[in-house]
Structures are given as structure tokens and as C-alpha cells.
């Protein structure tokens, strides 16, 4: 059966950093576009960066860019997702995803880790 673990999350003052992971198990990772999305309680599940699988090319949205990298390590088949300057609004539960293209839709996203809590507090 596909499966992502995702793992890294912590509490984190504001401003501070976090650098969070996604592996595969029971499949190879390199092959597919991987996307970062994240909820908080009461609000929809949002999409925020994604890589390709074809030539590694990254997206991001207004809300992260600047602050957050995506990057894949090809010899490790996995995905790091680096996380600064850190504010209360980015506390949320974190997943990566696995899909055949990147999308900001989660419905296109055929594989989800079980998530990593992301706490941003002073």
C-alpha cells in the first residue's frame, strides 16, 4: 500500500525555524510531484509550495514565499521542507502529498503523510 511519512514538527518561538520531511513507503518518491499543504482547526486544508517530478521546478504561494524552500534529495528519495521566520499564523498540522502533477487542489493528490505538528508560540 502507498504511504508518505512526514515527520519534523515542534514548537517554535516567533521567528524561529523549523525544517520538516516527507518519505516514501512503497514506492519511489523521485517520480512524483510533491506538495506541502497545512490545517488549522476550523479552516480548509491549504496548499502552500509544491515541486515537480519532471525537472524539479518549485511553486509557491504569496503567504510563504520568501520564507519557506522546497527541495527534493534524489539519492535519499525524499522531500525537505525548509521553514523560516516563523509567525503564530503558520501553527497548523502539516502534510506532504504525492501526486502526478502540482496542483494547489488536494483532490489532485493521490498519496498523504499522516501529518507533523507545526506550533508557532512565545
Known amino acids: 500500500q502507498l504511504q508518505l511519512v512526514d515527520s519534523g514538527g515542534g514548537l517554535v518561538q516567533p521567528g524561529g525555524s523549523l525544517r520538516l520531511s516527507c518519505a516514501a513507503s512503497?514506492?519511489?518518491?523521485?517520480?512524483?510531484?510533491i506538495g506541502w499543504f497545512r490545517q488549522a482547526p476550523g479552516k480548509e486544508r491549504e496548499g502552500f509550495t509544491c515541486?515537480?517530478?519532471?525537472?524539479?521546478?518549485?511553486f509557491y504561494t504569496d503567504s510563504v514565499k520568501g520564507r519557506f524552500t522546497i527541495s527534493r534529495d534524489k539519492a535519499k528519495d525524499t522531500v525537505s521542507l525548509q521553514m523560516n521566520s516563523l509567525s503564530p499564523k503558520d501553527t497548523a498540522l502539516y502534510y506532504c502529498?504525492?501526486?502526478?502533477?502540482?496542483?494547489?487542489?488536494?483532490?489532485?493528490?493521490?498519496?498523504w503523510g499522516q501529518g507533523t505538528q507545526v506550533t508557532v508560540s512565545s
Open positions: 515541486i515537480s517530478s519532471t525537472d524539479d521546478s518549485t
Open positions: 512503497g514506492f519511489t518518491l523521485n517520480d512524483y510531484a
Open positions: 502529498a504525492a501526486g502526478p502533477f502540482c496542483s494547489w487542489s488536494s483532490y489532485d493528490y493521490n498519496t
